[in-house]
Each structure stands twice: as structure tokens, then as C-alpha cells.
């Protein structure tokens, strides 16, 4: 395809454009340049620090967040058309190497949270972690209940028994200090979250990460 020649009045335009911006600069103080410069830095740096900032995982994209001393990474997400969530994980999601023995359903909407307090009772990280939990769960518009997988303090505290051996027909979260840190499952709608030495908000984390990577399968 033939170029259309440039004309000799539209070059000698070209010339007077760049003459009037070059005057115009000239008439700029030089500190205004500075400033220039400085403002068009920040947002270069800026640009490159979010893209540092930002991490991958499964489909997932996580902003690393310093709030105070501690780490959060943070990933936003719609629950619903209108409903926006924002996740916040201790650990970054690359990192947790947490054993899980299959991957995360809910058979039931309607979910039973059944600590058992022994070995938790004195762990500040586990309160955290069962916040964090409920949390997540309510906000994905799941009913959650309290509850104990020990008879006597399930009567005591006027709470719902349940473990994967008494069933209640709503899907069941043990929560439970163990040997090793794991998610173990039953199969059929029943898992354990199962922290040692109060590594309770890892686990939690995990189970979480694995429910969203499965839920954004079905959806």
C-alpha cells in the first residue's frame, strides 16, 4: 500500500508544534522538571512494588500485606454477583505444606465446628484459627454451629455432639490437637483438622485454600 506524502504545509506545522513546545519548556523552572520526574518515579515504583507484592497460587492472586509485624496475604474474591470477600491468610498459601487427605466439600450447607478443647484450651493461635475459620464459613453464607466431640462437655456447655463417629447430618469440622499436623477426612462429609504443638492456623488455612480452589472448580 502506497504512503500518503507528507504535505509541505503539514511538515512546516510539525516544525511550529515543536518550536512552541520547546519554548514552553524552556519558560518551565527547573524544579517543576524535578518534581516531574519524582511524581512519574513514585508511580513506576509503585507499579513495580505491587508487582513484587503479588503472588500466584492455583489460579489465585495474593497481595503481601504488612500490617504492624504481621504478614497477611491477601486475596479478594465475589461471593455472589454483589458480595465481595477479602481473605486474609498468615502463610503464604506456596508455602503450607500441610497434608490433606482429600479435597474439601460440603455435603450440607449447615455446618457443626466441633473442637475438642483438650491440648487447645491454652493455644492463642487456636482461637485465632477457629475465628478465622467461622469466620470464612459465615461469610460464604454456610450456618455454622458450635460444637464438641466429647458427650459430656457437649451436655455441659449445652452444645451439639458431633464427630465423624455421631453424626448429625451437617457437614463437620473437628477441630483437635493431634501427633502431626493434617486434614483427615472421612469421605463422606466428615474431616479433622488436626494441629500439633498449636499449629492450629495453618491447618485452617489449608483446609480454606483447598475449600475455594475446589469451589472455583465447580463454578
Not at 449445652?158 to 502431626?180: D, F, K, W
Request: proline share 4%.
Amino acid at each position: 500500500m502506497a504512503h500518503k506524502k507528507q504535505s509541505k504545509h503539514e511538515s512546516e506545522d510539525m516544525v511550529d508544534i515543536g518550536k512552541e513546545i520547546f519554548h514552553f519548556a524552556r519558560k518551565v523552572p527547573l524544579w517543576v522538571w524535578w518534581v516531574l520526574v519524582l511524581v512519574f518515579g513514585a508511580f513506576i515504583f509503585q507499579a513495580v512494588f505491587t508487582s513484587l507484592s503479588t503472588i500466584e497460587y492455583k489460579g489465585m492472586t495474593f497481595t503481601h500485606e504488612k500490617m504492624g509485624e504481621i504478614n497477611f496475604y491477601h486475596y479478594t474474591y465475589y461471593i455472589d454477583p454483589t458480595t465481595k470477600y477479602n481473605l486474609y491468610l498468615r502463610g503464604d498459601p506456596r508455602k503450607n505444606m500441610i497434608p490433606i487427605q482429600e479435597n474439601i466439600t460440603f455435603p450440607s450447607t449447615k455446618v457443626d465446628i466441633s473442637v475438642n478443647t483438650t491440648g487447645l484450651a491454652s493455644c492463642e493461635d487456636s482461637q485465632v484459627g477457629i475465628g478465622q475459620l467461622s469466620l470464612f464459613l459465615a461469610q460464604n453464607k454456610l450456618s455454622i454451629e458450635s460444637a464438641s466431640p466429647d458427650p459430656v462437655l457437649a451436655q455441659q456447655f449445652n452444645v451439639t455432639y458431633a464427630s465423624c463417629v455421631a453424626r448429625t447430618g451437617a457437614t463437620i469440622l473437628v477441630v483437635q490437637e493431634g501427633p502431626t499436623s493434617e486434614i483427615l477426612s472421612t469421605g463422606d462429609g466428615c474431616y479433622t483438622l488436626q494441629g500439633t504443638h498449636c499449629e492450629v492456623i495453618p491447618v485452617v488455612e489449608k483446609f480454606i485454600i483447598n475449600a475455594l480452589i475446589e469451589a472455583r472448580k465447580r463454578s
